[in-house]
């Protein structure tokens, strides 16, 4: 059997994608046999390694799984599910454990408790960290050393999944190509369960936080195949990622903030105050919107640290300052330019509490579903929560339907060379059209929104579908999740969390719901724009 032939099978289950999310689903799946794809070496491309804040659990003395919820809901702006933020909080001490069991090294006090930092629209010190902004790496370091010893979890690197493979109303696997062999054929890969946990779409815009590979490509694809999507218009857009002008933007954590950092223009003058009682520590949104207002008046934004955590950076947050250094910026005397950057997508595939899609053999898990956790505005540190417990409930799930097979069968070596596939990808992801396209998205559907961006947004991103040379499904997937977010964001005529229209400023009681949309109605948008 080789790569090349036109069928493979997974058996099994089989999860697409290998951030936090398709790793725990996989971990709790043993020892029922899982075949997860990644198109890198594991550990690289995923949001979730990336992560500097934490994860965001109850866990502090006093706090409650409830008093979570409520601030989950009051982020969210009027449309978050209240069970499912009660339920998902609830579960969170739990999957905590689970991360510690596996060897992640959160920080404790002397007392062996949990070190808790203080993100923004966090009603106390409520988020689970390592070596104060290292979390991501260190639970994805954590959780890899696990998989590899898990006899019942087949990892497959240098894979791209480009299309779900749908017959008889069901999803029957997906299609892959190896990583930069674009023109080759894509292979089917079948599967008894498919759990899409490709991640979100912040890199579908210009100007963003997330990994390079990290487009949109898993809900494009879902709703090519025909799934319900919820609440494409809401992006999530970080006040302070580090503006450099590097592709993708470094991250300067929240917790910056929750520790005293201020913001500033180049004109010495703090302007969050002005704006919001809780002024650095306002919900994102807000503290995005500043940041961005500022900009477009011509001002530059500076996060100031120097004063509230000083040379404590260098210990305190590491990344951080890895990141200034990186660019000649010594965070210990120096300003630290910031800019808005895409940064989480809050809606995705939509799917029940347990995981499933409207498609039936298709789950979705992670940043690329949309559970109605996180409403119109995600709680700070609530995403890599929403993963590891979905990941947990598919595992279930699946596990409840099948019977414990056998061990997996053979599948074949992939043949690929990481580094000529990652130069060819690069080379797509810096094509011309995709190029277009990320700057059509921070243009026209960014920060602020209205009806004639939105519409010219539309027609632009028709146009580049359309005469894109050499189109790949890859590329579609963009344009699809592109399509869905812009149409949404057109439809939604009012203002709520992360989406903020500038013709229609105020939330408005009649959209006090979620969006639910298909491709062919985001077309029907597209083509009416
Ligand atoms: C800089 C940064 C900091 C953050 N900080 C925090 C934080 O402190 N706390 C928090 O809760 N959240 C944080 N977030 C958000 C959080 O990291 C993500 O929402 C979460 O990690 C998403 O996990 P995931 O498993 O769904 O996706 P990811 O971790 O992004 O993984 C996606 C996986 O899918 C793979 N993939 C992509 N396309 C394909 C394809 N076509 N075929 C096959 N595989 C594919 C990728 O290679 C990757 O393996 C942060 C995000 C960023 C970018």
């Not at 940041?291 to 210990?315: C, H, M, P, S």
């Not at 010594?330 to 630290?336: F, G, K, N």
């Not at 505005?377 to 339907?401: C, H, K, T």
């Not at 396209?437 to 921070?442: E, G, K, W």
């Amino acid at each position: 059997m080789t790569f090349t032939d036109n069928v493979l099978n997974a058996d099994g289950a089989l999860i697409v994608g290998a951030g936090l999310a398709g790793l725990f689903c996989a971990l709790k799946l043993a020892p029922r046999p899982v075949t997860v794809i990644s198109p890198v070496p594991l550990g690289n491309g995923a949001s979730s390694a990336w992560a500097q804040g934490g994860v965001a659990a109850a866990v502090g003395p006093g706090d409650t799984s409830h008093a979570h919820a409520v601030d989950t809901e009051i982020a969210g702006a009027g449309i978050v599910d209240e069970d499912e933020a009660e339920s998902v909080t609830a579960e969170a001490a739990a999957r905590i454990e689970d991360l510690a069991r596996w060897g992640t090294p959160f920080d404790r006090d002397e007392l062996g408790h949990y070190v808790l930092s203080k993100e923004a629209a966090h009603s106390r010190n409520r988020v689970v960290r390592v070596e104060g902004d290292r979390a991501g790496y260190a639970i994805m370091q954590a959780i890899i050393a696990e998989v590899r010893k898990t006899p019942s979890i087949r990892i497959v690197e240098g894979l791209t999944v480009v299309d779900l493979a749908r017959a008889d109303g069901r999803i029957i696997g997906v299609y892959a190509r190896k990583l930069g062999d674009r023109y080759a054929e894509p292979v089917l890969i079948r599967a008894r369960a498919t759990v899409l946990a490709a991640g979100g779409l912040g890199g579908l815009y210009a100007v963003t936080t997330n990994p390079s590979g990290v487009r949109g490509h898993a809900m494009g694809m879902a709703a090519r195949a025909g799934a319900l999507i919820a609440d494409p218009e809401f992006v999530q857009f970080h006040p302070t990622a580090i503006a450099t002008g590097a592709d993708p933007a470094p991250l300067a954590t929240e917790a910056l903030r929750g520790e005293g950092a201020i913001l500033v223009n180049d004109l010495g003058e703090r302007f969050m105050p002005a704006i919001h009682p809780d002024a650095e520590l306002a919900p994102r949104d807000i503290v995005a919107r500043a940041n961005y207002r500022q900009i477009k008046a011509g001002r530059k934004v500076f996060l100031d640290t120097r004063e509230a955590i000083g040379a404590r950076i260098l210990t305190a947050f590491p990344t951080v300052a890895k990141y200034c250094t990186d660019f000649g910026i010594d965070p210990v005397t120096q300003l630290i330019p910031v800019t808005p950057a895409a940064h989480y997508h809050m809606g995705g595939v939509k799917v029940e509490a347990n995981g499933r899609s409207s498609l039936p053999g298709l789950w979705a898990a992670g940043e690329c579903s949309s559970t109605g956790l996180h409403g119109a505005n995600r709680l700070a540190s609530n995403s890599l929560l929403e993963a590891v417990v979905y990941g947990a409930r598919i595992a279930a799930d699946i596990s409840g339907l099948e019977p414990l097979r056998s061990p997996l069968a053979p599948f074949p070596g992939i043949g690929w060379d990481p580094v000529e596939g990652e130069a060819v990808e690069e080379r797509l992801r810096n094509h011309i059209s995709v190029k277009e396209l990320r700057r059509t998205m921070t243009d026209l559907v960014g920060v602020e929104r209205n009806a004639t961006d939105l519409r010219t947004a539309l027609r632009r991103i028709a146009e580049i579908e359309a005469t894109a040379q050499g189109v790949t499904r890859s590329f579609l997937n963009m344009t699809t999740s592109a399509t869905l977010v812009a149409a949404g964001a057109l439809q939604r005529e009012e203002s709520r969390g992360g989406h903020f229209r500038t013709d229609f400023p105020e939330p408005r009681p009649e959209w006090e719901h979620h969006t639910e949309m298909t491709l062919e109605d985001a077309l029907a948008i597209r083509a009416g724009a």
